[in-house]
T-cell receptor, first 115, second 114 residues
Framework: DAKTTQPTSMDCAEGRAANLPCNHSTISGNEYVYWYRQIHSQGPQYIIHGLKNNETNEMASLIITEDRKSSTLILPHATLRDTAVYYCIVRVAPYSGAGSYQLTFGKGTKLSVIP | DSGVTQTPKHLITATGQRVTLRCSPRSGDLSVYWYQQSLDQGLQFLIQYYNGEERAKGNILERFSAQQFPDLHSELNLSSLELGDSALYFC?????????????FGPGTRLLVL
């Protein structure tokens, strides 16, 4: 799986958009970008994933550059509950429910939402 | 709440002992992954089971073993415990929707070896 690079930490004012960048310059054509977050020693939580198109769900938006070498996770209106470590993970496209798709976590970005 | 349960939440034991961590996946999920999170190593994949069979191994020590039972719950057995085994242990069950696989993590078991 491709390696990712994320800033160690970021701050965001409550109510503002949080933009978390991720570099994955060695990503392959069949690899997806996934984002998970971990709130203070809880189990990691899935946020969103994408291949090449921008994606949006109820939690966040994912913007992937045209060359797919980087992406940005956007939390549109950050709240104090969004304070967490955010992990950007690149992984091969799953092709079977019986396959093996372990997640390789880096150090992530510690996002602090400030009141 | 992810729907994945893990017991116990906390475990304190001594070096040389053996413990068993239990994980119940979400209803219908056939795949269970185990991860270890320590301060110095971060979150690392240990082992995966799919419908009772071992599917993949990661950085799992020989002192550690796992199994998945017919009711799909899984157990991670840690033996000859060392101080360095103190960590958070997470299991995740995997949902497959014909195009994508998403892992849902349990709340974890915090193991402290004294």
């Amino acid at each position: 799986d491709a390696k990712t690079t994320q800033p160690t930490s970021m701050d965001c004012a409550e109510g503002r958009a949080a933009n978390l960048p991720c570099n994955h310059s060695t990503i392959s054509g069949n690899e997806y970008v996934y984002w998970y977050r971990q709130i203070h020693s809880q189990g990691p939580q899935y946020i969103i994933h994408g291949l090449k198109n921008n994606e949006t769900n109820e939690m966040a938006s994912l913007i992937i550059t045209e060359d797919r070498k980087s992406s940005t996770l956007i939390l549109p209106h950050a709240t104090l509950r969004d304070t967490a470590v955010y992990y950007c993970i690149v992984r091969v496209a799953p092709y079977s429910g019986a396959g093996s798709y372990q997640l390789t976590f880096g150090k992530g970005t510690k996002l602090s939402v400030i009141p | 709440d992810s729907g994945v349960t893990q017991t116990p939440k906390h475990l304190i034991t001594a070096t040389g002992q053996r413990v068993t961590l239990r994980c119940s996946p979400r209803s219908g999920d056939l795949s269970v992954y185990w991860y270890q999170q320590s301060l110095d190593q971060g979150l690392q994949f240990l082992i995966q089971y799919y419908n009772g069979e071992e599917r993949a191994k990661g950085n799992i020590l020989e002192r550690f073993s796992a199994q998945q039972f017919p009711d799909l719950h899984s157990e991670l057995n840690l033996s000859s415990l060392e101080l360095g085994d103190s960590a958070l242990y997470f299991c995740a069950s995997s949902a497959w929707d014909s195009t994508q696989e998403t892992q849902y993590f349990g709340p974890g078991t915090r193991l402290l070896v004294l």
